[in-house]
């Protein structure tokens, strides 16, 4: 053995490796290579993940950057990563930031989860075989120099569609010392590949006024908002499209909504509703609210009601009239 060639070993070698390979049953061998490449697959996309993360992340400078020039006291719109105008400022609020989480609870909407490589892998997965993530990341949109406070949604059938509003603390106060906030409502009604990124977005729908007309009627309907009151935004109505080539239009006014001015005394666990459990629990805590708020605010809920109830009735006899007809 101390005499034979170094290249006579490693050819022996070889064929000792070989002899032990074909004793290995092929369905092992094969699964094997399934694993491999499954790996190599996954520690592609992962590293593919991390560098668009971080690419985003830096791109996002662009839109703090230029929301903060742009925004002043009385901004029109949003703005993307990229620092172009994005979707329309269609409500605003005055409450404290745990009457606005409460509220929003109350109405059965969830706040959105982060956008990191879990989150985003579960959307791509659910947008392809059009499963339900109720809690789904909403994309970073920017004002003020910094991205939303605050994102809800209501989900719809699946992931494809959803109603969503993103909030940001203005830094303005109300008469009595509240904060006042903007928000962006907006309704997501397909996963479409952007016109400007070429990247999986959502679209939304045209009609951004019923989507404000959506936020209104479900934070009415909790019996907190006090007051209502309309201003306008663009001067009029407006036809246009957002950052991503969205069509949408809109009358050109914004929603002015005053909550009830109550303190909240469990305000963390209803500022993080993140699903259907979490948001069972929190309509039994803040259904205790209920006979705390304003006696304004419960009756606007009550006369909302009763308007739904006349339409439903008068829509039903529609219906039955068109099918007496001959």
Same mark, same amino acid.
């Given at each position: 053995?101390?005499?034979?060639?170094?290249?006579?070993?490693?050819?022996?070698?070889?064929?000792?490796?070989?002899?032990?390979?074909?004793?290995?049953?092929?369905?092992?061998?094969?699964?094997?290579?399934?694993?491999?490449?499954?790996?190599?697959?996954?520690?592609?996309?992962?590293?593919?993940?991390?560098?668009?993360?971080?690419?985003?992340?830096?791109?996002?400078?662009?839109?703090?950057?230029?929301?903060?020039?742009?925004?002043?006291?009385?901004?029109?719109?949003?703005?993307?990563?990229?620092?172009?105008?994005?979707?329309?400022?269609?409500?605003?609020?005055?409450?404290?930031?745990?009457?606005?989480?409460?509220?929003?609870?109350?109405?059965?909407?969830?706040?959105?989860?982060?956008?990191?490589?879990?989150?985003?892998?579960?959307?791509?997965?659910?947008?392809?075989?059009?499963?339900?993530?109720?809690?789904?990341?909403?994309?970073?949109?920017?004002?003020?120099?910094?991205?939303?406070?605050?994102?809800?949604?209501?989900?719809?059938?699946?992931?494809?569609?959803?109603?969503?509003?993103?909030?940001?603390?203005?830094?303005?106060?109300?008469?009595?010392?509240?904060?006042?906030?903007?928000?962006?409502?907006?309704?997501?009604?397909?996963?479409?590949?952007?016109?400007?990124?070429?990247?999986?977005?959502?679209?939304?729908?045209?009609?951004?006024?019923?989507?404000?007309?959506?936020?209104?009627?479900?934070?009415?309907?909790?019996?907190?908002?006090?007051?209502?009151?309309?201003?306008?935004?663009?001067?009029?109505?407006?036809?246009?499209?957002?950052?991503?080539?969205?069509?949408?239009?809109?009358?050109?006014?914004?929603?002015?909504?005053?909550?009830?001015?109550?303190? =909240? &005394?469990?305000?963390?666990?209803?500022?993080?509703? #993140?699903?259907?459990?979490? /948001?069972?629990? !929190?309509? @039994?805590? $803040?259904?205790?609210?209920?006979? =705390? &708020?304003?006696?304004?605010?419960?009756?606007?809920? #009550?006369?909302?009601?009763? /308007?739904?109830? !006349?339409? @439903?009735? $008068?829509?039903?006899?529609?219906?039955?009239?068109?099918?007496?007809?001959?």
């Amino acid at each position: 053995m101390d005499g034979e060639p170094v290249g006579a070993a490693v050819a022996r070698t070889g064929l000792l490796a070989a002899l032990d390979l074909a004793r290995i049953p092929m369905p092992v061998l094969i699964l094997a290579a399934v694993v491999a490449v499954l790996a190599i697959l996954a520690l592609v996309l992962l590293v593919a993940v991390v560098r668009t993360v971080r690419a985003f992340r830096a791109a996002g400078a662009g839109g703090r950057r230029v929301s903060a020039e742009k925004s002043g006291s009385h901004p029109l719109t949003t703005y993307t990563r990229n620092g172009v105008a994005g979707d329309p400022l269609n409500v605003r609020i005055v409450a404290t930031e745990s009457q606005l989480t409460t509220a929003f609870a109350a109405a059965g909407w969830y706040r959105a989860d982060e956008i990191d490589f879990v989150t985003s892998l579960r959307i791509v997965f659910d947008s392809l075989f059009a499963r339900n993530y109720p809690t789904a990341p909403i994309s970073n949109l920017y004002l003020f120099g910094r991205r939303q406070d605050y994102a809800f949604e209501r989900p719809g059938k699946s992931v494809r569609e959803r109603d969503h509003a993103r909030f940001w603390k203005s830094g303005q106060r109300s008469r009595d010392g509240r904060d006042i906030w903007l928000g962006a409502a907006t309704h997501d009604i397909a996963v479409e590949f952007s016109k400007v990124s070429h990247l999986p977005t959502h679209k939304i729908a045209p009609d951004v006024d019923a989507e404000r007309t959506i936020v209104l009627r479900d934070l009415i309907a909790t019996g907190w908002v006090v007051d209502q009151t309309w201003e306008l935004s663009f001067g009029g109505p407006v036809e246009t499209h957002n950052a991503l080539g969205d069509p949408y239009y809109t009358d050109g006014r914004v929603a002015i909504l005053a909550l009830a001015n109550v303190p =909240v &005394l469990l305000p963390l666990p209803l500022s993080q509703v #993140r699903g259907p459990v979490a /948001a069972r629990a !929190a309509r @039994a805590i $803040v259904s205790g609210y209920r006979w =705390v &708020l304003p006696q304004s605010g419960r009756l606007r809920a #009550r006369a909302q009601r009763l /308007a739904e109830r !006349a339409a @439903a009735r $008068v829509a039903s006899g529609v219906k039955a009239d068109r099918r007496d007809e001959p």
